[in-house]
Nanobody
Framework: QVQLVESGGGLVQPGGSLRLSCAAS????????MGWHRQAPGKERELVAV???????NYGESVKGRFTTSADNAKNTMYLQMNSLKPEDTAVYYC?????????WGQGTQVTVSS
């Protein structure tokens, strides 16, 4: 079993920045594909960013150039740095660890972008 705990969400003005964290209960980054997803009210969950097992980062089209994901293996923690935030980035952000048919999700953290 793997527990994932997100933190760092909150209310921010348009154009602002936030950094989300995802703490894993054990060392997993070289075993699982790690990802950030988000879900806005009334919308389907969408992929935001992925870190592959060999450390490559991929991003959803809507966040490219604004969001950056990274991982600290020593701390078993993944980060999502979000810059130039827009109201349409408002959503619950979830951390995910996936390997084959195995999927672990965090509880989510709310990000609200509003003036």
């Amino acid at each position: 079993q793997v527990q994932l705990v997100e933190s760092g969400g909150g209310l921010v003005q348009p154009g602002g920045s936030l950094r989300l964290s995802c703490a894993a209960s054990r060392r997993i980054f070289s075993i699982y594909v790690m990802g950030w997803h988000r879900q806005a009210p009334g919308k389907e969950r969408e992929l935001v960013a992925v870190i592959t097992r060999d450390g490559r980062m991929n991003y959803g089209e809507s966040v490219k150039g604004r969001f950056t994901t990274s991982a600290d293996n020593a701390k078993n923690t993944m980060y999502l740095q979000m810059n130039s935030l827009k109201p349409e980035d408002t959503a619950v952000y979830y951390c995910n660890a996936r390997s084959g048919s195995i999927n672990y999700w965090g509880q989510g953290t709310q990000v609200t972008v509003s003036s």
